[in-house]
């Protein structure tokens, strides 16, 4: 059927009128402030990560960016308010280790993290440490290995709860050694402290940020870092890896954004975090945290977002770990 010319060209300006205002859209962004969900409470890793950043996004972008903390649920309430968020840049997730594991740990979400988060930038690996009590008596990882299989159930496994990355690790190194130790979780890494510090548990894999300065005064002992190489941060202490081949747990971190946020707004997004990134007070805080700085392209990051979701969830079912 052959429309007639008035009506084609109504219909042809209807097709065109949306792509239009999108692009219009993007040029203009952003026209109000910026909110970053954070799904865990202020002083945390992923928190600290985000009010570091904010200033200087909030100069760049011409507009305020400002930290929201919406915790519970493992990071599952933060995450599913992004994904239900309009997919205009305006609502960001600030994307950590739980988005990654939780797809396993969860029988059902309301949500498909590698369909609904759009991947805008990766921003930085924090690498767990492997520390323990002074208790106990070993002082490297093969030593721990050799005492904890003659003495197995013996030794306690804190945690900051069921998920977390610090669990996670625990799990991983479990898996590569064949070694048993009870898992004890806490609400937060900072609940489980005062325990290990007191012995009451003997062993826990914490961000290096979290543990370094226990570690410095001698309160806890660090076994092995958990990287690919040796950390600045504590350049005396040896990789796990170095005693356990191909051990690697870190707390990656990273933007999203809801699913359909136009690809200039990602664009926008990403070459602004990468710029923050490379600022020299930014880098040299993160760095001193004992992070390893990643940036990059959109697309890098999508493909962390698959890689590390296969990685934690072989571990969540070799250890038939249930959400709580």
């Given amino acids: 059927m052959k429309l007639p010319r008035r009506r084609f060209l109504h219909l042809a300006a209807g097709a065109a009128f949306p792509a239009v205002s999108r692009i219009a859209q993007a040029q203009a962004y952003p026209t109000r402030p910026v909110r970053v969900i954070v799904g865990f409470a202020p002083g945390g890793a992923p928190d600290i990560v985000a009010r570091l950043l904010g200033p200087t996004l909030s100069e760049r972008l011409g507009q305020s960016v400002y930290v929201e903390n919406r915790t519970g649920a493992g990071s599952n309430i933060a995450t599913e308010a992004v994904v239900n968020a309009e997919p205009d840049g305006y609502t960001l997730l600030l994307v950590s280790p739980p988005n990654f594991v939780n797809a396993a740990l969860y029988e059902k979400l309301n949500y498909n993290f590698i369909r609904d988060i759009a991947p805008v930038v990766a921003l930085i690996r924090v690498p767990n440490v492997m520390e323990v009590n002074p208790s106990v008596p070993a002082k490297s990882v093969p030593e721990f290995v050799a ?25 991983l190194f479990k898996m590569m050694t064949g070694v048993r130790m009870p898992h004890v979780p806490y609400r937060g890494v900072g609940a489980a402290y005062p325990d290990l ?26 076994l092995g870092l958990a990287a690919v190489t040796r950390s600045p941060v504590l350049p ?78 072989r571990v969540v079912k070799f250890a038939g770990i249930k959400a709580s």
Avoid: C
């Fill in 147 to 171: 005492y904890a299989k003659v003495n197995p159930d013996k030794l306690n496994m804190a945690s900051g709860g069921i998920g977390t990355s610090v669990h996670m690790a625990g799990e």
């Fill in 197 to 222: 510090l007191a012995g009451q548990v003997q062993v826990m894999f914490d961000s290096t940020p979290g543990s370094i300065e226990f570690i410095r005064s001698g309160r806890l002992r660090a």
């Fill in 236 to 313: 005396d202490l040896p990789t796990i890896a170095e005693f356990v081949p191909g051990y690697e747990s870190s707390a990656l971190h990273g933007v999203g954004a809801p699913r359909n946020t136009p690809p200039e707004i990602i664009e926008r997004l990403n070459t602004e975090f990468n710029a923050a990134l490379s600022e020299p007070m930014i880098k040299a805080r993160l760095i001193d945290m004992g992070a390893t700085l990643l940036g990059g392209t959109p697309a890098e990051f999508g493909k962390l977002f698959v890689d590390e979701t296969e990685k934690w969830g």
